[in-house]
């Protein structure tokens, strides 16, 4: 029987289920809101250094960075119209890879990937608010901890608003970064002239590694792509609206940094860009004078508030759905009977990122993690294959094109990256493996729960 609807217009069906509120732009604006954060408008200096100081290399890092997105993007929008489950990428590795590997990245996302990213948005935060308010060092933790209470306020009330929030948030960032990048392109102060060439005469093995070390900065700036996936239980007409909107919105982003990086490249030149580790400010302040500082930070906090709302609307769909499974506290498998929203989900998240933020400890953790999500990003590529064979019967209204290169090529890059990590940094990756570990006796813990039946 239908609940009564409740705020924000939500009516859920069942007390356990999320009802499907989420159309195409939603969707899209939730892929792009939660990836533009403040990497955008810092990295850029440092991927062209990487690149060896020249313009093309840059720019072809920015393209490769956003085409492997698109890769993985492709192969879980055959996923999500396969089987559009709140809980997303955990529900495909659980599906095709069993309970245990799902737990271990679920249990890594709640302890640290998606809290520790919600906590450090927040934190970064603070340091934009200093040019409009001042703020000592308790100030500065009560400001973190009030931002993700707010947003957590809006999510718990209702995903319809949360949403709206996210589309608003949204189009202000990626219009201010658009008005941005046209204002620095057109611009009558030319830019120093070139002291290097667009293009090296050829691609020597030290220009090679210093683009796959900028890569691994422009991954950063698109991080946050697949975290859709997680809401598609919300997603109306999911079959056609999914696989779209994960596609276009990171289709989307490819341009958007791309024109940024044009536009940096015109207000500052190559060699003033590639000494810049605040990009963004010193291009605007070049072009519009001492008022971009304030300018830039206002840009930059709309885009962290989008970038942590983009997380609270999605990540607690992924203890949603482990609690569903057994595999979680069983309460944050319950939807609120008035808001339709897994509420509790919500809050769990959002207090355990204010502890992360209030402690400090979220920086190392996620230096130390961050890279173990991109071995679980491959086994959700990897997906499509196990599932093709094992479910060849059931349902897919999307199919990624250029099977089986396209999901192929995103496993191999995603690959590399993590091995790239482990020979480079063996300390950092022997902690972040440690930290999944860790998760393989609370599994079993779980396991021996008693279980409650959900209707699915």
Known sequence: MARPAGVGGIVAALSDRLARVLGLRDLILIVIGTV?????????????????????????VWVVGGVLSLLGALAYGELGAMNPAAGGLYVYVRDAFGPLTAFLYGWTFFLVIATGSAATLAVASTSYLQPFVALGPIGQKLAA?????????????????????QNWSTAIK??????????????????????????PVSFTPS??????????????????????TFSAGEAMNPQRTFPRAIVLGTASLMGIYLFANVGYLAALGTEGVARSDRVAAEAVGAIVGPGAAKLIAA???????????????????????????????????????????????????????????????????????????????????ACVFVLRRTRPHAERPFRVPGYPWTPLL???????????????????????????????????????????TWTS
């Open 410 to 452: 995103f496993i191999l890059a995603a690959a590399a990256l993590v091995a790239n990590t482990i020979a480079t940094q063996p300390g950092r990756a022997a902690v972040g493996i440690a930290v999944v570990l860790l998760g393989l006796p609370v599994y079993f813990v779980w396991r021996g729960t008693p279980k409650r």
């Open 207 to 228: 220009i090679l590694s210093g683009m796959g070390l900028g890569l691994i900065g422009v991954l950063w700036a698109y991080e946050g792509w697949q975290y859709v």
């Open 174 to 199: 990626v219009g201010a970064l658009l008005i941005m990048s046209v204002v620095l392109v057109l611009s009558r102060r030319g830019a120093p002239a070139a002291a290097a060439p667009f293009w």
């Open 145 to 165: 901890v009030a931002l993700l209470g707010v947003v957590a306020a809006i999510n718990v009330r209702s995903t319809r608003r949360s949403a709206d929030v």
């Open 36 to 60: 533009i954060g403040s990497g955008i408008f810092l990295v850029p200096g440092s991927v062209l250094r990487q690149a060896g100081g020249q313009a093309g290399p840059a720019l072809l």
């Open 299 to 381: 840009a930059i906090l709309v885009s962290i508030v989008s970038a942590t709302n983009g997380l609270t609307i999605t990540a607690p769909r992924v203890y949603y759905a482990m609690a569903r499974d057994g595999l979680f506290f069983r309460k944050l498998a319950e939807v609120h009977p008035r808001y339709g929203t897994p509420a509790v989900s919500i809050i769990a998240g959002t207090l355990w990122a204010m502890v992360l933020a209030v402690s400090g400890t979220f920086e190392q953790l996620l230096t130390y993690v961050v890279f173990v999500g991109w071995i679980f990003y491959a086994l959700g590529a």
